[in-house]
């Protein structure tokens, strides 16, 4: 099956048993086997309609397939747009389609910042949306340039939610990491340190001090005492 007519498949069955009693199962198997498959740019659409019309179902059953839909099927998809528009040319990985890629992740960008900017109702569901918006905003900047989303991603680095506050972290070191930003106001430089402070995990500490690090507001022995002495008072004593 095509990307196309797995999304159609998985629509015309929801369609048929909403309450997804009766094709549960087969949904999951359809949305499992998107891993096998390669995508241009319709089916990218498809994908991404098949996404919201689980966002806009209310439910337990549908907020399962909403989180599979973005596991499964959107996370994969940066991934495979590098596969199928690249290829190498005297040892270098060079782009074959550049238009085609571009427009491709800009489409996958704007549904990743829809996700990443949507109603936060305190739910469960509502904060792993968020979080997956910020996940794939992740993804993305490992192919393909991503700037102006600092303001953003330092709004949900401050949220209360564990997983949306790392995710926040992960792309914003990820952004500093590629250079698609690369400075610190003194209000973000603040925001880091109050997130060393409050740090529950080394990885955390690290991944602040790699954002300084590679925003040039930190050496690596300054790096590497933080890290230390955060290890002494938190697994010392």
Request: charged letters at 30%; hydrophobic letters at 40%.
């Amino acid at each position: 099956m095509t990307a196309k007519e797995i999304t159609s498949r998985i629509l015309a069955l929801s369609a048929a048993d909403p309450t997804f009693t009766k094709h549960g199962i087969e949904i999951l198997d359809l949305i499992s086997d998107f891993r096998k498959v390669k995508i241009n740019a319709e089916d990218l659409q498809a994908v991404i309609d098949l996404h919201v019309h689980f966002i806009q179902i209310k439910g337990k059953k549908t907020a399962s397939l909403e989180d599979e839909v973005a596991r499964l099927m959107l996370f994969k998809i940066p991934a495979k747009i590098q596969a199928n528009y690249t290829d190498t040319v005297a040892g270098k990985t060079v782009r074959t389609d550049q238009t085609e890629a571009r427009a491709m992740f800009v489409t996958l960008l704007r549904h990743s910042i829809a996700c990443a900017k949507s109603k936060d109702d305190k739910s469960k569901r509502s904060k792993l949306r968020i979080a997956q918006g910020l996940g794939l905003i992740y993804l993305i900047q490992t192919y393909f340039k991503v700037s102006g989303l600092k303001d953003l991603l330092f709004s949900k680095l401050a949220d209360n939610d564990n997983e949306v506050s790392e995710a926040a972290l992960d792309a914003l070191e990820n952004a500093f990491k590629y250079e698609h930003e690369t400075e610190l106001t003194p209000e973000e430089e603040a925001q880091i340190s109050k997130h060393i402070g409050a740090a529950e995990d080394d990885g955390t500490v690290v991944s602040c001090c790699n954002i300084m690090l590679d925003a040039g507001k930190m050496d690596e022995t300054s790096a590497q005492f933080i890290i230390d002495t955060w290890k002494e008072r938190n697994w010392y004593n």
